[in-house]
Each structure stands twice: as C-alpha cells, then as structure tokens.
C-alpha cells in the first residue's frame, strides 16, 4: 500500500506551500485539503492561465489528479462554485476529478456576519480573513453546524430554520438591529439558495474517507495539501491570535479519515525569511527598512485580503517547534533568491528571556512578547540562481546558509526556491 505525502506551512502560512504541491502533484493520483476553507488561498499558474484556488486542492490542475475537499474542511458553496465554474471553463473535467466530503461543514451567509461582529467587539482584534471561518467551526463543534450530507436530508428545513432563528438571537445578543439582517437571515431566501447549491453540488458529494484508503489499497499516489500553518494552529499557535482548526499534522489525520500508519512524507514549508498576515506576536518581525526591503523583493501582499504582510528573518527557534509538533520528515525553503539579495543575512537561533536563552519555542504570549531574538549571521550576495539546477551549482554563501537550517533543525532540505516562476525550484535526492 502506497503511503500518503504531506505538505505543511511552519510559521503562519503563506510559505508557497503550492510550489511543493504542483510539484508533487505532477505524478499524484489524489490531491486532498483537510482543514480550514477559503481562508486559503494562492494563484497558481497551469498552462498560461492564472488560478485562484481557495477551496479546491490546487493539484486537480495537472488535469489527471482527482482532487478531494475532505471532512475538515469549511466550505462556503458559493465560492465553490466560482472555483468549479472556472475550471470547466478552462477545459477541466471537474466533475471527473472533484470529490467533496459529506461531512464537510457548510459556510451560510452568517457565518461571515457573526466574524465581523466578533472580530468588532474585541479590544485585541485578530485580524480574521473574514471569511466565516471562526463561527463555522464553532458550530461544528457546538453541534449545531450544517454539513454537506444535511443540505440532502429530509431534516434540511427543520435544521436551518433551527440554525437561522438561533442565529438571529445571537446578533441581536451582539447588539445588531433586525433590520440590517438583510438577506443572510432570511430563512425563506437561504432555503432556496442552499437547495439550488446542493443540487449542483450533488456529483462531487460522496465518502471520501472510503475512497482515499481505497485509492491506497490500489497503491494510488496521495498528497494532502496543507492550508494557513503551524503557528496559525488552534492548540499549536499563538493563540487566540490563530485560525479556528489545526492545520499541523493531528488535522491532517482528523480532516481525511487517514490513519497515522498511512502518513509517508511530512514536508515542512518555510520561506528564507517569514511573514505574518493579522495581529499577534512575531519574535523576528522587522518593523524597520529591512522588513519593508523584504515584503517589496519577495512581494509580501496576501492572496486572499491584499494585505502587506509583516515581514522579518527565518526564526529556526520556532522551526524547530514545527519538527516536533508535525514530525517533518523533509524541508521546502522558498524564496532563497530574494534572502540572497541582502548582503547580511540573519537567522534567529535562540530566544533571549530576560537573560535566560532557550531554544524551546513557547506559544505563551507573554513570554513571546518578551522573547528577544538572538541572531547568527550570514554572508549573503547570492546573485542569480535561475541558473541553478543542482544543489551543488549554489553559490557557496547559499549552500552554507541552506547548510545551516539543516544542522540545526536535523531535518534535510529537499525543495529549494530560487525564483518566482513555479518551475524554479531544486530538487534535492
Ligand atoms: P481566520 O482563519 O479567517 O479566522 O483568521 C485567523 C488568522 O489566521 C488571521 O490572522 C488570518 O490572517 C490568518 N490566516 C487565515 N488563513 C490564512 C492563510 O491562508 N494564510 C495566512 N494567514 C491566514
């Protein structure tokens, strides 16, 4: 039985994790997203044509990998079908290679609503995408929520009109008038376009847990395409300064169906410098010229909001962190060509605790804010590496500094960015 490959954002997303999927889902039989929703999201670039893929596991596009939207997720049907209509329209065969989880959870229009409120009546905001995300999963853990195989049931009306009238109360709870309720609490109204969803989405619906391990009894290729990152975990990260699943490993296995025995390859992503979209602490964030140098060169605007990311050096210290809570079998490091465009390049190594250095990662937010990163230096002048095709035809100064992340972490860096195009990526053996 063939054994599943992982890909997993370290710090707080937005690493290029689909650089390592396109690649891997060049030979996958089976691309799967296990948690979050279209929080996510990055372009991807197939055959001349740029794709916004929020929802749909980006590895569909090679045009022979079957693509599953697993139980973990939370999924807004509207941009679903943005997504899928896209695709048809460039010649996909959705209905061939798209797969989604009864049991997935439903996004409805109050689900956005409850986030904005939320997010308004926090003193320290968490900057959310917006998106539902949050409410969703509370409802799916309150037990209240919506999922893919309800919107079929006989029990659809009771249970939304149940969801809407709870809803409604809530709002108001939260100091909104009825009258700004508008269409997204309109049972009537929401009834109909949720059925008219179903009805589209009815194809693609099955047991996707049935049909990911059979995939692997026939010794089929299956990567899981991680969303948001380690440090954006809801146990994992710096909470409550986070996203409202667990993107680190244990989701993986709760949002498939997987079975740790089935896990193979546990690719961690990171960039030769970090970033942070939304509020919450950053050891290394640059908050002078050199953070500005860094969003510009490596183009730190979000995908999914257009917001500049915070921007700062690679901090192994939580590196080190992401092993351990993922079991990372293999590094990705993104973005070598932009870090070696600085002349002096720096790396976090250990945290400075009033005096005390450890080189254990904390998710207290107290002793974060506290925490003063310590640096090692490292030349950097890297110059062009588009010419790069082997590890060995680096320049010095960047095998070193590759060299470094793998003696201190003890994880091997297999995946090495070294240009904006996707094709511009080593492969190490
Ligand atoms: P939510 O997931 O919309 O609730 O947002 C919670 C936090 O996670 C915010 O700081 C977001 O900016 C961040 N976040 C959510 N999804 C992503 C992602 O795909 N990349 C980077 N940050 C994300």
Not at 351 to 368: A, H, I, K, M, R
Request: aromatic letters at 10%; charged letters at 25%.
């Amino acid at each position: 039985m063939s054994k599943v490959d992982v890909v997993i954002g370290c710090f707080y997303g937005d690493e290029g994790k689909g650089k390592v999927i396109d690649y891997l889902a060049a030979d996958a039989d089976v691309a799967v997203r296990a948690t979050g929703g279209d929080n996510a999201g990055h372009t991807i670039k197939a055959g001349g044509v740029k794709y916004a893929m929020h929802l749909i596991p980006s590895g569909i596009l090679s045009g022979h990998t079957t693509g599953i939207i697993g139980n973990g997720v939370v999924l807004n049907p509207k941009i679903l079908l943005e997504e899928i209509a896209n695709l048809k329209s460039h010649g996909y065969d959705v209905e061939r290679y798209l797969k989604i989880s009864d049991k997935a959870h439903v996004i409805l229009p109050y689900h956005p609503m409850l986030d904005a409120a939320l997010e308004g009546r926090r003193t320290k905001k968490i900057g959310t995408t917006g998106k539902g995300i949050g409410p969703s999963y509370c409802d799916k853990y309150e037990r209240s929520g919506l999922r893919m195989e309800d919107l079929y049931a006989a029990g659809f009306a009771q249970k939304l009109k149940e969801a809407v009238e709870s809803k409604k109360a809530l709002l108001k709870f939260y100091g909104m008038a009825e009258e700004e309720f508008g269409d997204s609490l309109d049972f009537d109204g929401l009834y109909g376009l949720y059925c008219g969803y179903a009805e589209k989405l009815k194809p693609y619906v099955c047991d996707t847990l049935t049909y990911l391990h059979k995939a692997l009894e026939r010794d089929e290729r299956v990567v899981v395409e991680g969303a948001q990152a380690t440090l954006l975990d809801i146990d994992f990260g710096s909470y409550p300064f986070v996203t409202s699943s667990n993107p680190t490993i244990g989701g993986i296995l709760t949002g498939t169906g997987l079975s740790a025995l089935d896990i193979g390859n546990v690719y961690g992503v990171i960039k030769a410098y970090s970033s942070r979209v939304g509020e919450g602490p950053y050891v290394t964030e640059l908050l002078d010229a050199t953070g500005d140098k860094i969003r510009e060169l490596g183009h730190e605007y979000g995908t999914t909001t257009g917001r500049p990311r915070r921007c700062g050096w690679l901090d192994l210290v939580a590196l080190k962190y992401a092993k351990r809570v993922n079991g990372l079998t293999a590094l990705a490091v993104n973005h070598l060509d932009t870090i070696g465009r600085f002349e002096k390049i720096r790396m976090c190594v250990a945290y400075d605790l009033d005096g005390t250095v450890t080189e254990d990662f904390s998710t207290n937010l107290e002793l974060l804010d506290r925490a003063k990163p310590v640096y090692r230096e490292f030349a950097g002048d890297f110059g062009d590496l588009s010419g790069c095709r082997k590890f060995e035809e680096l320049p010095l100064a960047a095998r070193e500094y590759i060299g470094f992340i793998e003696e201190y972490t003890g994880i091997p860096v297999k995946f090495i960015g070294t240009g904006a195009e996707r094709e511009s990526m080593l492969v190490r053996d």
